[in-house]
């Protein structure tokens, strides 16, 4: 039992779009990421998502509408909804997720992480 300085941890990384692994509880990944641009389409069959913002304005699109999430404000994407996140200036976020929960969900591409870091 350690506590964990998020600031700190935040410090640790620049790069966009690749989550770090910061605990782990219930078999959940508590994960930090700075994300920058247009992320892709893309969905999760299996698990639902919780985006926290800790510092910057992030908009997540769905097909029906784009959802804005400002600093200290989250939300549950359900599973087997197709979204995209899209950050146009850098954005600091918490996710909670099931460990098994790959961040491009079914699809391979450039912005794939299968073996994320642990802080």
Do not use: C, Y
């Amino acid at each position: 039992m350690n506590k964990i300085n998020i600031e700190q941890k935040l410090s640790l990384f620049n790069d966009h779009w690749n989550p770090r692994i910061v605990g782990e509880l219930n078999k959940q990944h508590v994960k930090l990421a700075k994300l920058k641009g247009e992320f892709i389409w893309h969905k999760h069959d299996n698990e639902d998502e919780m985006f926290l913002v800790l510092k910057g304005t992030l908009q997540i699109a769905f097909r029906d509408r784009i959802e804005t999430i400002n600093e200290n404000e989250m939300i549950i994407v359900p599973r087997g909804i197709e979204h995209k996140p899209i950050a146009e200036k850098e954005v600091s976020i918490m996710l909670f997720e099931p460990a098994s929960t790959i961040n491009t969900g079914e699809l391979e591409n450039k912005f794939t992480r299968k073996k994320l870091e642990f802080l």
